[in-house]
């Protein structure tokens, strides 16, 4: 089993940052692709950026590409997401999953991750 802890979410004005974090724990010692996703008010949840384990192979999403940066540090067990320029669309709850693959595989199907976070809230104000 693998817990996962997001944070750094709130409440921010339209062109602003915030970083995002994903603190795994439990049986970490196995290679995890990561991805962020999130779910907007009566949106569907959607991929916005995904990550191999070794941290050499990631996608990003359309719609936030040159805007959100994922990352991740696998000493500290924890994943990021750099958002800047933030909009108001970009309002959601970021989620931040786990799947078991191979160090450089990225999955990007959001029904392959096998554990998920609780979520943390992002505001974007206009």
């Known amino acids: 089993q693998v817990q996962l802890v997001e944070s750094g979410g709130g409440l921010v004005q339209a062109g602003g940052s915030l970083r995002l974090s994903c603190v795994a724990s439990?049986?970490?010692?196995?290679?995890?692709?990561m991805g962020w996703f999130r779910q907007g008010p009566g949106k569907e949840r959607e991929l916005v950026a995904v990550?191999?384990?070794?941290?050499?192979?990631?996608y990003h999403a359309t719609s936030v590409k040159g805007r959100f940066t994922i990352s991740r540090d696998n000493a500290k067990n924890t994943v990021y997401l750099q958002m800047n320029s933030l909009k108001p669309e970009d309002t959601a709850v970021y989620y931040c999953a786990a799947a078991r693959r191979a160090i450089h595989t990225i999955v990007v199907v959001t029904t392959q991750y096998d554990y998920w976070g609780q979520g943390t809230q992002v505001t974007v104000s206009s």
């Open positions: 990550i191999s384990w070794s941290g050499g192979t990631t």
């Open positions: 439990g049986r970490t010692d196995s290679s995890y692709a």
